[in-house]
């Protein structure tokens, strides 16, 4: 999860992607909400997504995992 400056509360708002679906470096994979703004996360790398480690709703922390994606 990347940093979202001076934002106190982080949840996962919702996801672009599903399980078994590709995502290319830099596209969206996941919209966080903060108290302040609305954020589109992206991959950090291309692949295929394993496993989503949150549901909609849970709280996140910059630095924290939020998914795992088998390179390709």
Partial sequence: MSDLQGAEEITVGSWSKRRGESVSEGETLMEAH??????????PLS???EELLLEVGDPVKPGQPIARISPE
């Fill in 34 to 43: 903060t108290d302040k703004v609305n954020a589109e996360i992206p991959s």
């Fill in 47 to 49: 692949g295929v997504v």
